[in-house]
Nanobody
């Protein structure tokens, strides 16, 4: 069975940093484009960032460009999201997801492409 598991969420003050991790099992990790999504209370889920299978191409939502960095380590089947200069509006449940068969990332990947999802990790940023 495919298992996608996020970790690293927590509570932090505005301006602080967090690093999210996502471990994946049950699939060939480097066959998959990976993405981070988030959903704040009362809002729709939005794509934050995605990264190609090789890690060579990435894309970010405008709201996080310059503050968040997505990366992956295919040797240990793990995806990361480094979040700096956090703002209260970054408060949300963050989800990791895997998409099979995509090529190079040329822009945000689109939620519909992702078939395997984690349960989420909560990030709370206080002002």
């Amino acid at each position: 069975a495919q298992v996608v598991q996020e970790s690293g969420g927590g509570s932090v003050q505005a301006g602080g940093s967090l690093r999210l991790s996502c471990t994946v099992s049950g699939l060939t990790f480097d066959d998959y484009t990976m993405g981070w999504f988030r959903q704040a209370p009362g809002k729709e889920r939005e794509e934050v960032s995605c990264i190609s299978w090789s890690g060579e191409s990435t894309a970010y939502a405008d709201s996080v460009k310059g503050r968040f960095t997505i990366s992956r380590d295919n040797a240990v089947n793990t995806l990361y999201l480094e979040m700096n200069s956090l703002k209260p509006e970054d408060t949300a449940m963050y989800y990791c997801a895997a998409a099979y068969g995509l090529g190079a990332v040329e822009g945000l990947c689109g939620e519909a492409a992702f078939g395997a999802w984690g349960q989420g990790t909560q990030v709370t940023v206080s002002s």
